[in-house]
Nanobody, 122 residues
Framework: QVQVVESGGGLVQPGGSLRLSCQAS????????MAWYHQAPGKERESVAA???????NYADSVKGRFDISRDNDKTTIYLQMNTLKPEVTGVYYC????????????????WGPGTLVTVSS
């Protein structure tokens, strides 16, 4: 009924770049990817980049100017362009998607993807 799938993770050298993708699909209701979260080893999952319901973007202070969130026109796929990568950003990146009412746009519940691993190392 609902699928949220991330891709694009891997091993990259410090200072390099990586582009993550998240595609969401639902058989009955609209599901829209809204945000990227990062979970470093031993730490809680935290938001790094997100869309608001009005289409504005929010970034964690630690990634401002280096990360960029974007999405397709149909809003079923979002991306995270990650530049000037540092070892500190190593961890699992998760996509958060909202299941929304088809006419009102009201959020009904959230879905998480399984995550994709990013490793920044020499």
């Amino acid at each position: 009924q609902v699928q949220v799938v991330e891709s694009g993770g891997g091993l990259v050298q410090p200072g390099g770049s990586l582009r993550l993708s998240c595609q969401a699909s639902g058989s009955i209701f609209r599901i829209t990817p809204m945000a990227w979260y990062h979970q470093a080893p031993g730490k809680e999952r935290e938001s790094v980049a997100a869309f608001t319901s009005g289409g504005a973007t929010n970034y964690a202070d630690s990634v401002k100017g280096r990360f960029d969130i974007s999405r397709d026109n149909d809003k079923t796929t979002i991306y995270l362009q990650m530049n000037t990568l540092k070892p500190e950003v190593t961890g699992v990146y998760y996509c958060l998607a909202d299941l929304q009412h088809p006419t009102s746009g009201v959020g009904l519940r959230d879905y998480w993807g399984p995550g994709t691993l990013v490793t920044v190392s020499s």
